[in-house]
């Protein structure tokens, strides 16, 4: 462990920017909770960026490439929040296979197609980690998943969920010849509460203005509405929609 200079502080103040965490294929992590979240995953951590007295209680720190002792002010150099809270970290992304999968993995997986809102991608995947889904599938329009706001929104289920970035309406079409059953979140469907859900399954999920694409709503097998019942507004939130009716199948 070591104090941070100042030309390292500034080299790590520029993984705030996107592209710079995308062409190294690392993404940042911030605070308590997604930093004990991060420890006890298997991901590897280049660097750990901390006050004193999150080190002093936090004896597994020692598992990063790097640990850095730093100020409140050189965190709030480091920081994207609004509030830095005791410890940031650089963590390395994980691995592309390079080998798509169309099964369902277990009962249900979810498909994002085209989804843009970084709390809603992030409060999916904790709706999905709480199920046990541990496989997203999203357009390659969808937000990314090492997005810091979505990181953040996930509160650790980054860490547990294997999300994969495709051309939807293909994974769609392989997971049918599969005889996976495909159902889509739509305004124009059967009602979700008497449709016959079947597993395994893949359940596509769509854009929060736009809702799901033409091309990939073709190719479903069944299209799954909740019904309006106050009649007033014109749509649900999407992470929402989408516990609902992931409650449905479960």
Not at 188 to 204: C, E, I, K, N
């Amino acid at each position: 462990m070591s104090s941070l200079s100042k030309n390292q502080l500034k080299a790590l103040a520029a993984y705030r920017i996107q592209k710079r965490c995308d062409e190294e294929g690392v993404f940042v992590v911030e605070g308590e909770k997604m930093c004990h979240e991060a420890l006890a995953s298997e991901h590897k951590i280049l660097v750990i960026c901390a006050t004193a007295d999150y080190l002093a209680t936090a004896p597994n720190a020692t598992v990063a490439g790097e640990v850095y002792e730093v100020s409140s002010e050189q965190l709030e150099r480091l920081s994207s929040l609004r509030t830095p809270n005791k410890v940031w970290m650089l963590v390395e992304r994980r691995a592309e296979s390079g080998k798509r999968k169309t099964e369902s993995e277990g009962r249900l997986t979810l498909a994002l197609d085209g989804l843009q809102d970084p709390g809603n991608m992030g409060t999916i995947m904790r709706t999905a980690d709480w199920y046990g889904i541990r496989h997203i599938v999203c357009s390659r329009d969808t937000v990314s998943v090492y997005n810091p706001k979505v990181v953040q929104a996930t509160m650790g289920a980054i860490f547990r969920t294997r999300v994969e970035y495709v051309d939807l309406a293909e994974w769609i079409d392989e997971a049918n010849k599969k005889g996976i059953a495909t159902y889509g979140a739509m305004l124009d469907g059967t009602d979700y509460r008497s449709a016959t859900l079947q597993g395994p399954a893949v359940l596509v999920v769509g854009n929060e203005g736009r809702g799901i694409s033409a091309p990939v709503a073709a190719r479903l097998r069944q299209r799954l509405t909740i019904p309006n019942v106050g009649g007033t507004c014109e749509s649900l939130n999407a992470a929402v929609a989408t516990a609902i009716l992931v409650s449905r199948f479960f």
